[in-house]
């Protein structure tokens, strides 16, 4: 007998030749629509053992160097990321906030120690486009880029990348 164990990510292609084939799956069967911009982050929320309804998404972000994201959904680190631009943390904000069902969203931005214009917009374009979806909120970044003992990641992770965590979890000196 033809048997799988674990996850299997299928299309209605796959789903088919489950099906055809006999193959029996001994675990989750998770089916995606290849098309969707959601198909990552769904998987990604699988693969963190998040399911059921979510009471609180968190986002923080730092400006720093780079922009650092964190996503965080029921106490956990579910992605974190350094980009180079205010426009791609805007499409990794929209993407979360479009895919993810939560009762509740904050977007938690870390306040840079100096004014910098392009902070600024990024900022009014949150305030403009999320303001109505999600709570919005000035963290000091004093001391969000210290380390955090409890990530277990295989790489290792860029100054900002911890800070926008630290914002996420309200973390400073």
């Keep these: 007998m033809n048997r799988i164990d674990?996850?299997?990510?299928?299309?209605?292609?796959?789903?088919?030749?489950?099906?055809?084939?006999?193959?029996?799956?001994?675990?989750?069967?998770?089916?995606?629509?290849?098309?969707?911009?959601?198909?990552?982050?769904?998987?990604l929320m699988i693969?963190?053992?998040?399911?059921g309804p979510i009471e609180e998404l968190i986002i923080g972000i730092d400006f720093g160097k780079h922009i650092g994201i964190a996503v965080i959904a029921k106490d956990k680190?579910?992605?974190v990321e350094n980009v180079h631009n205010w426009v791609k943390a805007l499409e990794i904000l929209d993407?979360?906030?479009?895919?993810?069902?939560a009762n509740r969203y904050t977007i938690r931005l870390g306040l840079p120690r100096k004014d910098e214009r392009e902070y600024e917009l990024l900022i009014e374009r949150?305030?403009?486009?999320?303001?109505e979806k999600a709570i919005i909120e000035l963290v000091p970044e004093s001391g969000s880029s210290r380390n955090t003992s409890f990530l277990r990641s295989k790489r290792k992770l860029e100054d900002d990348e911890i800070a926008a965590i630290n914002i996420a979890l309200r973390r400073s000196s």
Excluded: H
């Design 126 to 131: 949150i305030v403009k486009v999320y303001g």
């Design 95 to 101: 993407m979360f906030l479009e895919c993810i069902r």
């Design 47 to 51: 693969v963190q053992d998040i399911e």
């Design 6 to 43: 674990g996850i299997v990510v299928v299309d209605r292609d796959g789903l088919e030749f489950l099906s055809r084939t006999g193959i029996n799956v001994n675990g989750r069967i998770v089916f995606v629509d290849e098309n969707s911009r959601c198909t990552p982050i769904e998987l």
């Design 77 to 79: 680190v579910v992605y």
